[in-house]
């Protein structure tokens, strides 16, 4: 999903702000910093490899933001069923949920482990 917000000339995707980080500054990524700043803006939030143990880059997932509500308004996930559907993932991809401060607020996020979702599609975001 496009995030609606111009950034560096462009709208940026959410697929394209996670492979970016996933890559990270070393390979022309985005570092943590760089990442959050577009994520924040669909109330998405992120760490950068090492952060979480036993995790490469991690994409915070709310179980419930009105920014989201929107990007799913036409999906059968538009009340907020994403959640539960990310909790059905593989196991490793998805890690244990844990409180991430997003936009200044503390929110219960379910963290996608993208090294681990990339190995499981076997191809890009």
Request: glycine fraction near 14%; charge should be positive; aromatic fraction near 6%.
């Given at each position: 999903?496009?995030i609606?917000?111009?950034r560096?000339?462009?709208?940026?995707?959410?697929?394209?702000?996670?492979?970016?980080?996933?890559?990270?500054?070393?390979a022309?990524?985005?570092?943590?910093?760089?990442?959050?700043?577009?994520?924040?803006?669909?109330?998405?939030g992120?760490?950068?490899?090492?952060?979480?143990?036993?995790?490469?880059?991690v994409?915070?997932?709310?179980?419930?933001?009105?920014?989201l509500h929107?990007?799913?308004?036409?999906?059968?996930?538009?009340?907020?069923?994403?959640?539960?559907?990310?909790?059905?993932?593989?196991?490793?991809?998805?890690?244990?949920?844990?409180?991430?401060?997003?936009?200044?607020?503390?929110?219960?996020?379910?963290?996608?482990?993208?090294?681990a979702?990339?190995?499981?599609?076997?191809g890009?975001?």
């Amino acid at each position: 999903s496009q995030i609606d917000a111009w950034r560096d000339g462009v709208k940026p995707t959410i697929g394209g702000v996670c492979e970016k980080l996933r890559i990270g500054p070393a390979a022309g990524g985005w570092d943590e910093r760089g990442a959050r700043e577009r994520l924040e803006l669909v109330s998405l939030g992120c760490f950068e490899r090492g952060k979480i143990p036993n995790a490469g880059a991690v994409l915070a997932v709310p179980a419930s933001a009105p920014q989201l509500h929107r990007i799913f308004g036409d999906t059968d996930f538009h009340k907020g069923g994403w959640y539960t559907a990310l909790k059905q993932a593989p196991k490793g991809i998805v890690l244990p949920a844990k409180k991430v401060k997003i936009n200044g607020s503390t929110t219960h996020c379910l963290l996608i482990d993208l090294d681990a979702f990339e190995k499981h599609v076997g191809g890009g975001l």
